[in-house]
């Protein structure tokens, strides 16, 4: 070797380099001023010769690179160059095959220091531009630039199928002490495969997916694909405008939940295949919906979609993102808002860009009472890392931004706001005020919820919080979470509880049924017939008592009583995708409750407001029966709902608010929905003055069995209340008319009967005085025989 270039050369850090351990390979590979010289070095392990290629203006010479080791690093001393990147390697290897690259280590870094700066901040919004792969061109070359958060490792290296994953060959520099490790390699473009290759302290080495992957790839686990930024022209800047006006406690909200895996089976997406967008339009619309809540749409575990493999990339099952932009974009111009479930609450174990990053728990807790959620067994993010809540806190943007995305659900918050969820006595460790609250993941939701709101006031934050936290939906400025809507997952239990009874034996259940409206106004709820809650509709039906007709007249009333409880609505896709012998039926009747909910603003209007509900009767528990009434801002749209669940027909007499007019408006047990068509008819139904229900008013209903009505309030018009009032006063002088003959013949009979009593009293007189004088007789005649016989008797004694 030549000495000059032996000297120059730093031979402990060549070593660093030849073993794989350094942490900052650009400092000895690349082109490197000497003097008036440039040292140029490169480590390719299966190089058997290498040669640069010099350019100097339009001319470009040759020198060959010493081999300075054995395991593949080359040295090569070339006149000193001012572009840095004014060479290339023209490289042969030990199988005879050539190829002529350019030198990766000759780049400036693409993450700043302000950028490190705000990711251990926590507030790096779009750290997702700069971590991960990103095809791009920088001075002039087209290249990929590759970047990862992995610290407290002794290197990194990025592999993939331009290196035959080899990880010597594009070792990555760690930009900053926070152990952020970077690399930009040229002619490295979409479509490539690859991962990271990470070499611990102790020697280990591993590879670990890229968790900010836009792709994963299809043919080698464990590996990501490199994907050009998605193009999409949007057609949806009116839609995106219009929900942030909307006041999100007055706005009705009808959701449709789908699993895009279930939507999608046994069909195979093409390239240029529209069905997902026409598919769902059409479900959505058919059944009358205004939004759409997608099951996760990351990739996922097949065995559960929340097993979350990838935050970042859409699954392969659906498509190209392009395809998934062009499917919201669809929806958002027939008015359908789209809302993701976001499962930023744990991944598992098979997510290998997360599960122990850099070889040790990072992205999870590494505290035993805190790592692992007990029941599944999931892995609990780490809310005390503030690259941790970036990376959620960006993959949370990320969707809402480049997917127009209207909403983000995210799952179950109980599990990591309590330390003691689910585990037993001596399984957690109280906060440092001695309480069961994890304070990171308190805050992390409120950060989540304020800066998704912070981008945009539209966008929806919904949540299922199982264990009773307080303020859920209230501002975090007022001491609350933030969330816009909660699950209300207590209502279905309780229902369902109620339901899943005999008629017979509801009655002792009859508080399940309505404690609900006990603790609504706590927080903004959402209702549901979730994927959670049940599955499709021959689930549901078969959870319901009786014989076939019984049990399908209970989903009708389940579905229904969905639709009128106070709270915003959302169903399964599974209950509306519905057996043929049933399809017409209950599709009819879904399209029916969703036009009945949108067209009535006391269904949704006064939701979160105590004036929106008034129970008429809550208290009929033997007679299985319930009647309330919706009301909205305006008196007149008042509607009154009347419940049987027992299992035979009944007559009912309901109280009613309001002098006027009933209309029935919907019946679930009409024909077209499949009932047997117990209906109150179109015509109007006069109230009554007569008590019921505590109310002065009352009207007479005829409910079938596991049925509901909703009637329509119409108040009476100016011309019928004058009609009303000559009526009233025709009765009233009708009934004072009545009240004088009434009186007259009062007097005239009490005048006959005085006439009677008389006579009988004279007659009875009469009698007594008859009786008395007979009495006197016979008295006067038996005191004479008394006398008659005892003269005759001292007449004999004296003889």
């Not at 026409?278 to 205004?290: D, K, P, T």
């Not at 993010?381 to 806190?393: S, T």
Request: charged residues 30%.
């Amino acid at each position: 070797m030549n000495s000059k270039l032996y000297k120059l050369m730093n031979w402990p850090e060549i070593e660093e380099i030849i073993y794989s351990d350094g942490k900052d390979p650009h400092r000895i590979l690349g082109a490197h001023k000497v003097g008036g010289s440039m040292l140029v070095q490169c480590f390719l392990p299966e190089a058997k010769k290498v040669e640069v290629l010099l350019r100097k203006g339009t001319k470009s010479r040759r020198y060959e690179m010493e081999l300075a080791d054995e395991a593949g690093f080359f040295a090569a001393l070339l006149p000193y160059q001012k572009d840095p990147h004014a060479y290339l390697y023209e490289v042969t290897n030990q199988d005879g095959t050539q190829k002529t690259i350019a030198d990766p280590y000759t780049f400036e870094p693409g993450i700043q220091r302000e950028d490190c700066i705000k990711f251990t901040s926590g507030i790096h919004y779009s750290i997702y531009e700069k971590l991960g792969a990103h095809p791009q061109e920088r001075d002039g070359i087209q290249g990929c630039s590759f970047a990862i958060w992995a610290p407290f490792v002794a290197r990194v290296s990025v592999i993939g199928s331009f290196n035959h994953f080899d990880g010597r060959i594009h070792q990555m520099r760690e930009v900053d002490p926070c152990g952020i490790y970077e690399i930009f390699i040229p002619d490295v473009g979409a479509g490539e495969e690859y991962c990271f290759e990470i070499k611990s302290k102790a020697g280990d080495i591993f590879r670990r997916e890229d968790p900010f992957a836009f792709a994963r790839s299809k043919k080698n686990e464990g590996c990501a694909l490199i994907t050009n930024p998605p193009e999409m022209i949007w057609h949806d800047e009116a839609f995106l405008q219009s929900r942030k006006k909307v006041d999100k406690a007055e706005m009705p909200l009808s959701i449709c939940e789908i699993s895009p895996d279930l939507f999608l089976a046994d069909r195979k997406i093409a390239e240029d295949d529209i069905y997902l967008s026409e598919a769902l339009l059409h479900l959505v619309q058919e059944n009358g919906f205004n939004a759409v809540e997608f099951m996760p749409v990351m990739e996922h575990d097949d065995a559960d979609p929340y097993a979350v493999t990838n935050f970042f990339a859409l699954s392969s099952k659906i498509g190209r993102m392009e395809h998934f932009m062009k499917v919201i974009d669809t929806l958002h111009r027939n008015g359908i808002r789209v809302i993701l479930d976001f499962p930023a609450t744990f991944f598992s174990e098979k997510n290998q860009s997360l599960f122990r990053a850099n070889g040790s728990p990072l992205y999870e807790y590494a505290e035993p009472t805190k790592e692992r959620q007990p029941k599944s067994g999931y892995l609990t993010f780490d809310f005390g890392r503030k690259e941790v809540v970036n990376y959620l806190l960006s993959c949370a943007l990320y969707w809402c931004s480049l997917c127009h995305v209207d909403g983000l659900r995210i799952t179950d918050i109980a599990k990591i706001i309590y330390l003691d969820y689910d585990r037993p006595p001596g399984g957690w460790i109280p906060n440092i005020y001695g309480g069961n609250q994890n304070l990171e993941a308190e805050d992390f939701v409120k950060t989540l919820n304020q800066t998704v709101h912070k981008k945009d006031s539209g966008i929806l934050m919904i949540t299922k919080e199982t264990a009773n936290w307080p303020k859920v939906t209230t501002s975090a400025k007022e001491g609350g979470l933030g969330f816009d809507y909660k699950w209300n997952s207590g209502w279905a239990r309780d229902f369902f509880a109620y339901m899943d009874n005999d008629p017979l034996y509801r009655s002792g259940h009859h508080n399940e049924l309505v404690f609900s409206l006990i603790y609504h106004y706590t927080e903004h709820f959402l209702l549901s017939f979730s994927h959670e809650d049940i599955g499709g509709f021959s689930e549901m039906l078969s959870r319901m008592p009786g014989d076939s007709k019984q049990k399908e007249a209970g989903v009708r009333f389940a579905i229904a009583y969905l639709m009128v409880h106070p709270g915003r609505k959302m169903i399964f896709r599974g209950v509306c995708e519905i057996e043929a012998d049933h399809e017409k039926h209950l599709r009819t009747l879904m399209q029916d409750l969703n036009r009945l909910y949108f067209e009535h603003p006391a269904l949704y209007e006064l939701d979160d407001a105590e004036g929106g509900f008034e129970w008429i009767n809550s208290m009929a528990a033997q007679e299985c029966m319930m009647s309330f009434v919706r009301h909205g801002k305006k008196e007149e749209d008042m509607l009154l709902v009347v419940c049987n669940m027992a299992g035979i027909p009944r007559e009912f007499t309901v109280g009613v608010p309001r002098d006027g007019k009933y209309t029935e408006i919907l019946n679930t047990d009409a024909k077209e929905y499949g009932g047997n068509g117990l209906e109150n008819g179109t015509e109007v139904l006069e109230v009554v003055k007569r008590e019921a229900d505590g109310r002065e008013f009352s009207i007479q209903v005829k409910v079938a069995a596991s049925s509901l009505l909703v009637l329509r309030f119409v108040p009476y018009t100016a011309q019928e209340n004058k009609i009303r009032l000559i009526r009233h006063e025709t009765y009233v002088k009708m009934e004072e008319e009545q009240d004088e003959s009434r009186e007259a013949l009062r007097k005239k009979q009490e005048a006959e009967e005085e006439k009677l009593l008389a006579e009988l009293r004279k007659k009875y007189e009469l009698e007594m005085s008859r009786q008395e004088e007979s009495i006197r007789e016979k008295y006067h005649k038996i005191e004479a025989e008394k006398i008659m016989h005892i003269v005759k008797a001292s007449a004999k004694k004296t003889e």
